[in-house]
Nanobody, 109 residues
């Protein structure tokens, strides 16, 4: 069992940046996939970015060039730049079968 604690969400103006963190209760080495998802109000949860196998990373088209997913021994990060109002959503991290509680990101235009 792995507990995940997310942080870093908040309110930011369009064009700003945020870094989301997802801290795991143990090393995440060997856990896959590792990813970030988001769910906007009234919409389905969608993939934002994921580390599939080691250096194989995928991004949603809507965030390519603006977001970077990376990890340390027990934390997964999502660096988001040039934020847009359409990035407003609750962001969830996923490590294998485990999910974080979600962190709200609100981008004001």
């Amino acid at each position: 069992q792995v507990q995940l604690v997310e942080s870093g969400g908040g309110m930011v103006q369009a064009g700003g940046s945020l870094r989301l963190s997802c801290a795991a209760s143990r090393s995440i080495f060997g856990i896959k996939p590792v990813g970030w998802y988001r769910q906007a109000r009234g919409k389905q949860r969608e993939l934002v970015a994921a580390i599939i196998n080691g250096d194989q990373i995928m991004y949603a088209n809507s965030v390519k060039g603006r977001c970077t997913i990376f990890s340390s021994e027990n934390t997964v990060y999502l660096q988001m730049n040039s934020l847009k109002s359409e990035d407003t959503a609750v962001y969830y991290c996923q490590l294998g079968p485990w999910w974080g509680q979600g962190t709200q990101v609100t981008v004001s235009s």
